[in-house]
């Protein structure tokens, strides 16, 4: 398997999975700035869409979408439970989550991202993105993770893209639950090792 990821973009969630996965697989640097491959490689001539994540498996199949590709991770390994089986009312649970974070959340944070965004706008996307990271942290109430005591491909992606935050002048350390969520997610051994692929820690 190979995954394409821009260090620190959305495809550190299945950066992430595929950490915690344990499969075998290269991690492959594909800067959405450049679009350019460490050795030249254009990387429109591999994904068209020109944007990360973008997992290859071995056989040439390909996923371009963050949400699919966690799941294909995960039902890869389910004994390490990083998403409930399939037809389960759980699994429905964590596709709700999975597409909140994508919709209400990663969305939302495009128009901080954007150059040349005029200023009334962002604020308009600060103010709505807090509403919905107080919401969160609200779920977040008397529980480890995103779905309880267990860590799944969900928690991934909630902690990549509410640490972007910081990056963007959204504060959310009145936000005690998620607050305390994105440490508990931080001090995974598998969180580490991905953000240290990318760079984006020693």
Same mark, same amino acid.
């Given at each position: 398997?190979?995954? +394409?990821?821009? $260090?620190?973009?959305? *495809?550190?969630? !299945?950066? /992430? ?13 594909? $800067?959405? #700035? ?13 994904? !068209? %869409?020109?944007?990360? $994540? ?12 963050? !949400?699919?590709?966690?799941?294909? /991770? ?17 699994? +429905? ?8 974070? *994508? ?11 954007? $150059?040349?965004? !005029?200023?009334?706008? #962002? ?41 972007? *935050? ?6 959310? *350390?009145? %936000? ?25 820690? #020693?």
């Amino acid at each position: 398997m190979k995954l +394409y990821y821009s $260090p620190g973009a959305c *495809s550190l969630s !299945p950066h /992430i999975v595929l950490k915690e996965s344990g499969l075998a697989f290269e991690a492959i640097a594909a $800067p959405t #700035k450049t679009h350019k491959l460490l050795d030249g490689t254009d990387y429109y001539t591999i994904n !068209p %869409l020109g944007y990360v $994540p973008f997992l290859v498996l071995d056989d040439g199949r390909t996923l371009h979408e963050g !949400p699919a590709i966690v799941q294909y /991770i995960a039902d890869q390994v389910p004994d390490q439970q990083l998403a409930p089986a399939n037809g389960s009312w759980e699994r +429905y649970k964590l596709q709700e989550w999975l597409n909140t974070i *994508s919709t209400e959340l990663h969305k939302g944070f495009s128009p901080l991202f954007t $150059p040349g965004m !005029p200023a009334e706008a #962002k604020d308009m996307a600060k103010t709505r993105l807090q509403s919905r990271l107080t919401w969160v942290d609200g779920e977040l109430a008397g529980k480890t993770y995103l779905m309880g005591d267990t860590f799944t491909v969900a928690d991934a992606y909630l902690f990549v893209v509410a640490g972007w *935050s910081k990056h963007v002048a959204v504060d959310i *350390s009145g %936000l005690s639950h998620l607050v305390a969520f994105m440490a508990r997610v931080a001090a995974r051994p598998a969180v580490q090792a991905a953000m240290r692929a990318e760079g984006l820690i #020693k």
